[in-house]
């Protein structure tokens, strides 16, 4: 069975209803009015595998971060809310909470010492990953992050990586924009995909190419 329908009909009516709004191309935020539903006339999408454009500069960093998921959810999501301006109120925070305890909503997590460097947060509904919010206390934790987010959901079969909105620090990596109607065509199919999100795999071929190069050159 698709793992789609597992959140679209899920038993905990919240988790149920925010899974069927996402299905839906919609996505949630509170700018300051209340929590609501919005959508986009562009939709941002970053690119899996071997399509996304690592820079140069920062592929050095790959290798000195552990990736986890979920091992500190309530930290990534702190870190996410502590800036000047966040979108993230505390009813949205607690929702969040909630999700990731029914299983629709994972931290991306970067470790540095044994300690959180960064991460994503994002919404898994079948082969549809998408990020709500990123966030770093390293200097490169959250791009790393998000590099091997892209990887990971490669390697698990995900149609797509959605952004939501496009910014300078998502085009860096090749992140591209696309209509709501293409959206739709995309996130149909998506739906009806059954992968697993949370396991954790080897380093693929395609970083090791990345790591020759750059010691080459």
């Not at 999700?99 to 970067?110: A, K």
Request: aromatic share 10%.
């Amino acid at each position: 069975m698709p793992t789609a329908m597992s959140m679209l009909n899920h038993p905990d009516p919240l988790t149920r209803e925010i899974a069927r709004g996402y299905a839906g191309g919609g996505f949630l935020m509170d700018n300051g009015e209340g929590l609501e539903w919005y959508s986009s006339t562009r939709r941002a999408l970053v690119p899996l595998g071997e399509a996304l454009h690592i820079p140069r500069s920062l592929r050095k960093h790959l290798s000195r971060f552990e990736v986890r998921i979920n091992a500190d959810f309530p930290g990534v999501l702190a870190g996410c809310m502590a800036r000047e301006e966040t979108w993230i109120s505390p009813e949205l925070a607690g929702i969040y909470l909630h999700l990731n305890e029914t299983g629709l909503l994972h931290s991306f997590e970067t470790w540095r010492g044994g300690q959180l460097a960064g991460g994503v947060l994002g919404l898994a509904l079948g082969g549809a990953f998408v990020g709500e919010t990123m966030f770093h206390a390293v200097t490169h934790a959250s791009k790393v992050a998000l590099v091997r987010l892209s990887q990971h959901l490669t390697r698990r079969g995900y149609s797509f990586l959605d952004a939501q909105m496009q910014n300078p620090h998502l085009e860096q990596f090749g992140t591209y924009e696309i209509t709501p109607a293409e959206y739709a065509g995309l996130l149909r199919p998506a739906l009806g995909q059954d992968v697993e999100f949370e396991a954790l795999e080897e380093q693929p071929a395609f970083e090791q190419r990345f790591q020759i190069q750059d010691s080459a050159g």
